[in-house]
């Protein structure tokens, strides 16, 4: 199957710091990347979609400020913590969808970020 | 409101016993389903896709899709103990670009030996 990188795989950080994620479809080319946010043993929460070249859709509830996404290529994404506090604690994961069909979609494999 | 339903579980299977995880979706018009499987801690894992009606197999996995019952399933054969974990239906409403999953909440399988 085709892979997602994401880096790192895991974080800790001072509270009030800004923390870079790095999302890479490796083998493929993907026009769109999606953020999720899971607690443990709580759902996938999708937070927001990235279209390259274009600004990303957030859901209802996630701070754009707070949570910025950068997708500048058909084959990186970025999500930048800015300002992160305990509460931004959670697990991070990446997906992209294949440009090509039939448009399968595949998760990275996360970020675990603690903010002390 | 778009939905995807899914017992939550726990579904407890013998090993070498048949698993059957059930999906309902409530968009009419949904073109595409997802199977993913996720290890505790871990990020989902893409293991079948279905698109038409009828069953699709993968080594001991298939996929069963019902449009106009607006059903998917997913059947694991042999059921082993390393296939414990939660698996997630996903539905995708239309093939836009931008348009996210619609994720059941997950069934937790346990397969004891």
């Known amino acids: 199957g085709a892979v997602v990188s994401q880096h790192p795989s895991r974080v800790i950080c001072k509270s009030g710091t800004s923390v870079k994620i790095e999302c890479r479809s490796l083998d493929f080319q993907a026009t769109t990347m999606f953020w999720y946010r899971q607690f443990p043993k709580k759902s996938l929460m999708l937070m927001a979609t990235?279209?390259?070249?274009?600004?990303?859709?957030?859901e209802q509830g996630v701070e754009k400020d707070k949570f910025l996404i950068n997708h500048a290529s058909l084959t990186l994404s970025t999500l930048t913590v800015t300002s992160a506090h305990p509460e931004d604690s959670s697990f991070y994961i990446c997906s992209a969808r294949n440009t090509a069909p039939p448009n399968e979609q595949f998760f990275g494999p996360g970020t675990r970020l603690t903010v002390l | 409101q778009k939905e995807v339903e899914q017992n939550s579980g726990p579904l407890s299977v013998p090993e070498g016993a048949i698993a059957s995880l059930n999906c309902t979706y409530s968009d009419r018009v949904s073109q595409s389903f997802f199977w993913y499987r996720q290890y505790s801690g871990k990020s989902p894992e893409l293991i079948m896709s279905i698109y038409s009606n009828g069953d699709k197999e993968d080594g001991r996995f298939t996929a069963q899709l019902n449009k106009a019952s607006q059903y998917v399933s997913l059947l694991i054969r042999d059921s082993q103990p390393s296939d414990s974990a939660t698996y997630l239906c996903?539905?995708?409403?239309?093939?836009?670009?931008?348009?996210?999953?619609?994720f059941g909440k997950g069934t937790t399988l346990s397969v004891s030996s």
């Open positions: 990235s279209n390259e070249g274009s600004k990303a859709t957030y």
């Open positions: 996903a539905v995708l409403p239309f093939n836009q670009a931008g348009t996210a999953l619609i």
